[in-house]
């Protein structure tokens, strides 16, 4: 089982907001981690979006809208990014990471069509 | 500004190693706020972090890729560089090459390495 699980796929409407899951392997408790995004459009290179582990212990990338936000659903153990106000831009792969175990994993990844 | 650039052949033959370097402007390779990192992608798949070398030496790297792979810098030329020795068609990917105190906040364009005869 991977460390790290996203849903292949995600679509959602304009304006609408969006949930990315990253469930972590169970075993591996995610109010231990910090949960970093990346998002990474077609043709260009990923871009770092913001980390999680707590509302204390957040960080927003360095240009990154409010509308991008973490936050982490203990009950399923999983990391959440939440996109609100979609945007036909924020069409794109997203992925999750966390360093464990004194590497980074990454989640395999999550395409969100806006339609 | 940080600036992060990779430079290496595109093609390189099957069992031999793929090396690459990064050169960094905008700043020093020396300064204690960074980590290095490189991270593959091969053609229509996700990311994998292949390793990441820290301002005090100590490296990290993929346990699937450890036996193949060296991260080492260069501070005279403010460069880091990645050998993967014995590669395979497997390997062939788009390689970054990124830094950050924390996050990977900052990338490479990238480069694209084939791997064939």
């Known amino acids: 089982q991977p460390v790290l699980t996203q849903p292949t796929s995600l679509s959602a409407s304009p304006g609408a907001s969006a949930r990315f899951t990253c469930t972590l392997r169970s075993g591996i408790n995610v109010g231990t981690y910090r949960i970093y995004w990346y998002q990474q459009k077609p043709g260009s290179l990923p871009r770092y979006l913001l980390r999680?582990?707590?509302?204390?212990?957040?960080?927003?990338g360095s240009g990154v809208p409010s509308r991008f936000s973490g936050s982490k659903d203990a009950s399923t153990n999983a990391g959440l990014l939440l996109i609100s106000g979609l945007q036909s831009e924020d069409e794109a792969d997203y992925y999750c990471?966390?360093?464990?175990?004194?590497?980074?994993?990454f989640g395999g990844g999550t395409k969100l069509t806006v339609l | 500004q940080l600036q992060l650039q990779e430079s290496g052949p595109g093609l390189v033959k099957p069992s031999e190693t793929l090396s690459l370097t990064c050169t960094v402007s905008g700043g020093s390779i020396s300064s204690s706020s960074y980590y290095w990192g490189w991270i593959r992608q091969p053609p229509g798949k996700g990311l994998e972090w292949i390793g990441s070398?820290?301002?005090?030496?100590?490296?990290y790297y993929n346990p699937s890729l450890k036996s193949r792979v060296t991260i080492s810098v260069d501070t005279s030329k403010n460069q880091f560089s990645l050998k993967l020795s014995s590669v395979t068609a497997a390997d062939t990917a788009v390689y970054y090459c990124a830094n950050g105190p924390d996050a990977f906040d900052i990338w490479g364009q990238g480069t694209m390495v084939t791997v064939s005869s």
């Open positions: 990471a966390i360093w464990y175990s004194s590497t980074w994993v």
């Open positions: 070398i820290y301002y005090s030496g100590s490296t």
């Open positions: 999680y582990k707590s509302d204390s212990d957040k960080q927003q």
